[in-house]
């Protein structure tokens, strides 16, 4: 066992004028399975790249033990994925990584394949079977589920469950539950390991902030209560001074006085004191403003329908052809393993050229927003953004301070987001536009968990009609009305 301590850290980037980490301190066993979590940007892969030494920081940090990173960069993937394997691993043995891999339901002739005809989720699972193949290292496994389907997410997390010494950036509440056994949190003002899963962490981070909502109300009514005091005895002792002029016994009302001025110290003193304890509440308290929607309502009952559709690539189907009808108020999600179609489909739906067997009919006048799996294409600042895509900028930006963009977000390039940042963009874009169907392609992928919440709770205050494609089980399980297995 040994302890990885950071002591009085501090960063920010060159281009930035705001404090990433400001003097945080902190320790963590390198035997823990720690999940990592905390709204978008604030530092989570940072901090992860300042524990590798890839930015210029000051403060300390001190580890007995050598950092991996997931995703490992590869340079060149139309190398075989045993070459990749010994990049990765070099001290390593072949027969360690044919273990991993058939820890993680995968077949040993993948080794023999180039690295780019894997699947992303494969391409994942290889990975970390090589990482956990250097002995004594220690991983720092940022958000590894946005190429995973349900199934692998379940295969991937049972796999973790039987390691140690990670840590693991992840907003899916169900996949931390499965595989974590302490939680470092990067709240609003500090940086807190607990031992237990997410549930448990969440269960006691939302009692503590109940506990300081009660405390600073009880607080602000004993300094309102105290304020009035001070305010009466600056009356009483404006009246006694007063009653002076022209008293027989001076002496008597210098003695009042004396007594209201000790009295009103008193009540500054308890006023201070209760202003010092109010002020050390709420400093980590998440809100969460309601998110609104104004879907459009359609003319008629059936806005889609499918008749075994199919996309084919290379004249080939990619999955058994389906047939369905999307209704209105219906949230279908779009269920399969990775390589299904999913996403093909969803583009075949907004009207995109894909070959495909059967036949998409529309409802005439239909209106669709669309949020697609890429944010790869998000430039420039967010007024122009709105702009480009004649959304109303002040709507625009109001949806995203509610998912927790600061101001400062509004003048930097979209280029320096975050994922998750770029992700809530496309989704504000959405809500900003008045439409009969919603089309959302894994709209959650790097978005934090107070915000997947905050998307559940609209979706279910104004039920728009939807179809999406989603991997989040728990996201799954509250809002789809019906899935649709490829």
């Not at 360690?96 to 391409?123: I, W």
């Not at 600073?216 to 009466?232: E, G, T, Y």
């Not at 036949?359 to 702009?387: C, E």
Request: glycine share 6%; net charge negative.
């Amino acid at each position: 066992m040994s302890m990885i301590k950071i002591e009085n850290l501090t960063f920010s980037y060159p281009t930035s004028y705001d404090y990433i980490f400001k003097n945080v301190s902190f320790q963590i066993d390198t035997n823990w399975k720690l999940g990592f979590v905390g709204r978008n940007g604030r530092g989570k892969t940072t901090l992860l790249k300042l524990l590798l030494g890839q930015y210029e920081y000051t403060g300390n940090i001190e580890s007995s033990v050598e950092f991996d990173y997931f995703p490992y960069p590869i340079a060149d993937k139309t190398k075989l994925t045993n070459e990749i394997f010994l990049e990765v691993a070099p001290m390593a043995e072949e027969w360690e990584l044919m273990q991993e891999l058939s820890y993680l339901d995968m077949e040993a002739d993948v080794l023999y394949r180039p690295f780019n005809t894997l699947s992303n989720g494969e391409q994942t699972k290889v990975l970390l079977a090589a990482l956990f193949c250097n002995e004594g290292h220690f991983l720092l496994i940022d958000e590894p589920t946005n190429h995973l389907d349900v199934e692998a997410r379940e295969i991937v997390a049972g796999y973790l469950k039987k390691k140690k010494g990670f840590i693991l950036v992840s907003h899916d509440r169900y996949f931390l539950d499965s595989c974590v056994d302490h939680i470092f949190s990067l709240n609003r003002a500090t940086i807190e390991v607990e031992s237990g899963n997410f549930s448990s962490w969440m269960e006691n981070f939302e009692r503590q902030q109940e506990f300081e909502l009660a405390q600073n109300k009880r607080l602000q009514k004993d300094i309102n209560r105290l304020q009035q005091s001070a305010k009466r005895s600056s009356q009483w002792s404006d009246r006694v001074e007063a009653s002076k002029i022209g008293a027989a016994d001076k002496g008597y009302v210098g003695h009042k006085a004396a007594k209201i001025m000790k009295r009103s110290k008193n009540i500054e003193a308890r006023q201070q004191q209760a202003i010092q304890q109010k002020s050390s509440l709420l400093k980590n308290v998440e809100t969460t403003e309601n998110l609104k929607l104004s879907p459009l309502k359609y003319h008629a009952n059936t806005l889609v329908s499918f008749s075994d559709v199919a996309c084919c690539y290379d004249g080939k189907m990619i999955s058994e052809p389906v047939s369905l009808t999307v209704q209105q108020g219906d949230h279908i999600a779009i269920d399969g393993k990775n390589g299904s179609g999913k996403s093909s489909l969803l583009k075949l739906l907004i009207g995109e050229s894909i070959t495909h067997t059967g036949t998409i009919q529309h409802g005439s006048g239909l209106i669709i927003s669309y949020v697609p799996q890429d944010t790869s294409h998000l430039k420039g600042n967010l007024s122009d953004y709105a702009r480009e895509n004649a959304l109303d900028e002040s709507l625009f930006k109001a949806i995203l301070r509610k998912m927790d963009f600061e101001r400062i977000q509004f003048e930097k390039d979209m280029q320096e987001f975050s994922g998750g940042q770029k992700k809530k963009v496309l989704i504000a874009k959405s809500l900003c536009e008045q439409a009969h169907l919603y089309v959302w392609d894994e709209p959650l992928n790097f978005i934090d968990i107070y915000s997947r919440m905050q998307i559940e709770d609209l979706i279910k205050a104004f039920s728009p009609t939807m179809i999406f494609v989603e991997h989040d089980r728990a996201f799954c399980d509250t809002i789809a009305t019906k899935i649709v297995q490829l």
